[in-house]
DNA sequence: CATATCACTTATAACGTTATAAATATCAGT
DNA sequence: ACTGATATTTATAACGTTATAAGTGATATG
């Protein structure tokens, strides 16, 4: 016996409810129960609580494809996850975050990768002309991000992690990399470190800007060298930093601080450093850029500085709830700050 | 001006082609364009051709609302996501492996979190009852799991990350780790350890038995004392395994092995081993499993077992694949091999 | 009493697709 | 030319929802 038939769906109490099924059960049309239950103020209020308790007793949810079909809202939010490296979870914090924001709404995350060698665009434009979401969170963005040129020129509702430089504005939650930047270069030097060199991001990324910023401004600031490394960026896989490090650990004027935005190029510095007997704390320093506490418990004593992955997509979530209600703007922008803290320095550093 | 009318779309350009829009131009009924599309054998070569023709030239785009209103199919894999005690990207490489393997079918991605608080059951009720989905991947399965049992009862396909013991078949991917632990246990001796610990998962997921076969297999064979902590698992997280390990550490029996199936258990552990005074390799040895890189750049002497979670991914994927096209069965089925990469053991060892 | 106003309800059509059944054209065999 | 078979195309309806416009009564106004 077949489950179901094209009969009148009064007859087959296993098939899923419809607002067809609620009008049958009320005496009601159809078009009532939908007006009924979005709580239209022209349906009477007793009519508005009859269709809404049959609605709850009967289990009945609404189908979300005839929804979309119809107004063109597909009550999807796209989260464009680019698998850059990094080891702590970033795209999983993100992920949870977002999720955790989006739960209390009709939303639903769907998640779209960045494949490497695939154009930025590619998903972007094919979410946008197809309609396959009401709203798009990108991450590591560019000062000039064709993805948010095409997005703001469509007035299709978005959300960068990380910020941008044109002239107009949008919803983004960033992180204050420069003064993660700025405060580190403080940091080593409070230890006594002079040959500071920061991991940058590839170039291309805003925030790789922003980091730079931070370091030169204390650099000059402070009368220090510069020190940043050609061909190695947060992006680079561990054994490349490691072979880096190690090709310039023996140098004389090797870097005796580090500015490390990831967790795994320091890891791969420090492995090397301590390969050729650098210890941390007495040869070198470091501070790191950490989303977790992992990297304090493999040693308590490194100097992080946190970035709350988790909160941003919380953030990213939030700013783009409300691009997608306003989609004219205004944006909601939001900066992290870095939460910094540094153990109090041992007044005898300086003869450790 | 406003963009659209409800006026036909052969006088729109701007708007969304549809199958109408091929229709009009190539002066065929909807219902030939459809089918041509599909490529029915029943439409003339030379039409199917034509139309094919068409819809590339002008950008057709079936939409996915209404393929899903009229079907039922909504082209998507719904993988629920338990945000557990992990740190080097567990979910987000199985993501990953997914949407690899997802990305040449055209099915959609979708996470569903699944919150610590929540009744594991909600959100497999609510996608299945509502047709959210066309497949389902589930992690961390029990022996005899509800969500597991409710799937096959409905024919609902899905692929479960974990095995279960009901006498029915369902399509998995597995990590054989009992072989894991088994191997540790060999390992951990070969260094000649003898007071060997597992920290297992909470009882109720099926791999902890798994774990702890292999465990209590070589530990019977061997002679050896059993270990296992009370009170702490793979989920506690770091500051309780932190802190179960300074309390054990100056105990005279303490453990000299350890066998950690995720890596922030053994960073915890060797940090208070570590500031107990003990090191590893004189006074400690561990086997980690590890899903990257990222522990043997830490320490590239640390024994590690791999499981690559990224194929994981991709393998659920291409099993639930096969379970969508037939959800009756067969169900495939992958255990994946640990990968053991132990250096040679020095001969040395034993006077280290 | 006719009519305007209000509060509420409903019929109709449409979103874009596809399953079903029906229709048309083509052709071979008589 | 007629029949039947085959190949190809088409009309119709339906999936479940909602926007639009139209329809009820009931009450108030002139």
């Known amino acids: 016996m077949p489950t179901k038939k094209p009969g009148n769906s009064s007859s087959q109490p296993t098939s899923k409810p419809t607002q067809k099924t609620i009008a049958e059960i009320t005496g009601l049309a159809v078009t009532t129960v ?21 609605a709850d007793e009967i289990g009945y949810f609404p189908d979300p494809a005839a929804q979309r079909l ?27 975050g977002v999720a955790h924001r989006l739960a209390s709404t009709d939303y639903h995350l769907n998640i779209t990768p960045q494949f490497l060698q695939e154009d930025p665009m590619e998903p972007v434009e094919h979410i946008v002309r197809n309609r396959l979401a009401d709203g798009l969170i990108l991450s590591r963005t560019c000062p000039f991000d064709e993805r948010v040129r095409f ?3 469509r007035n299709f509702p978005f959300a960068t992690h990380g910020r ?4 107009y504005q949008h919803s983004y939650v960033d992180y204050d990399n420069e003064k993660f930047a700025y405060e580190s270069v403080l940091r080593l030097m409070q ?5 500071i060199c920061i991991i940058l991001p590839p170039a291309q990324f805003t925030f790789c800007q922003h980091l730079n910023y931070g370091y030169m401004r204390a650099i000059r600031q402070q009368g220090l060298d510069c020190h940043i490394p050609k061909g190695i960026t947060l992006d680079s896989d561990m054994p490349e930093v490691f072979e880096w490090a190690q090709s310039i650990v023996q140098q ?23 390969q050729a007997g650098k210890e941390r704390g007495r040869d070198f320093d470091a501070v790191v850029k950490s989303s977790s506490t992992t990297l304090n418990q493999i040693d308590p004593h490194i100097d992080t500085i946190n970035e709350d992955i ?9 700013n783009l709830l409300k ?3 306003q989609p004219e703007g205004p944006f909601a922008q939001t900066i992290q700050n870095p939460e910094i803290t540094f153990e109090p320095l041992k007044t005898n550093r300086t003869d450790r």
């Open 151 to 153: 997005l703001r020129e």
């Open 323 to 325: 691009a997608m209600e």
């Open 164 to 167: 941008t430089e044109f002239g």
């Open 70 to 96: 119809r107004t063109g809202k597909t009550k999807i939010v796209s989260l464009i996850l680019d698998p850059h490296n990094e080891i702590l979870g970033f795209g999983n914090s993100l992920i949870t």
């Open 252 to 274: 004389e004027n090797a870097p005796d601080g580090f500015i490390c935005p990831g967790e795994t190029s320091f890891l791969a510095i420090a492995n090397a450093y301590r």
């Open 191 to 195: 230890k006594g470190r002079r040959r």
């Open 310 to 318: 988790q909160e941003a997509g919380l953030l990213l979530a939030t």
């Open 34 to 54: 939908s007006r009924a239950l979005k709580g239209d103020d022209k349906i009477a209020q007793a009519t508005r609580l009859r269709v809404n308790k049959v």
